[in-house]
């Protein structure tokens, strides 16, 4: 599983990093937006950042690397929650950049409130996950090169919600984050989020292999 692990890391400095690269000029962005309130770059930021473990994917399925894993020995649940653990730590590089970018734009204008910066980490979190919890059992069941319509559906689908979002002022998110008892209703949503993950995982399993050739 170590070595799963290492071989993705490897993958994602000598290939990938650009993902990440583009992510952190996406924070950067988003720090000048904070001076009107938009929470906008950060959230695509986070797409951005969900976009590694299926790319890692994408790599692992052209070159056949499967067939490599069939003489390691590791089990299909490793091989699989090695691109699960991928997402969570590309989670986790988004929710530091994004408190990072919050605290720039608060030094800077002013404008960052609590539940704003409630807000933005619960959509980047969000964003990061949700397009994993699709695309991986769909990759590993249809391939990537019929998973990436989808995604992109996903994509377009998400921006336009984001587009709604700025667009409405502050007043689709103030709805959706009452003054009273927010943080529960966030911590229920993010569990719930973070069980469909796990979920996500053991369908992955069960597909693993199967994706047409």
Known sequence: MKGLLLKDAYQTWCYIRWIILVSIAMMLVGVFCMKEGSNFFMQYS??????????????????????YCAALPVTKEQIVG?????G??????????????????????GTVTVQLTVATLFQVAMLTLLGNIILLPL????????????????IGM?????????SSGGILLNSILPAQ???????????????????????????YGKAEQ
Do not use: H
């Open 46 to 67: 986070g797409i951005m950042l969900g976009m590694l473990p299926m790319t890692l994917l994408a790599y692992d399925q052209n070159s056949r690397f499967s067939a």
């Open 82 to 86: 090695g691109k699960y653990l991928i």
């Open 88 to 109: 969570l730590c590309g989670m986790a590089l988004a929710e530091l950049l994004s408190m990072a970018a919050l605290a720039a734009a608060q030094l800077l204008w």
């Open 139 to 154: 990759t590993y069941r249809f391939g990537y090169e019929k998973a990436k319509y989808v995604y992109y559906l996903c």
């Open 158 to 166: 998400l921006g336009g919600l984001m587009g709604i979002t700025v």
């Open 181 to 207: 008892g927010s943080l529960l209703v966030l911590v229920a949503v993010l569990a719930a989020v973070l069980a469909l993950y796990v979920a996500s995982w053991r369908l992955s399993v069960a597909w």
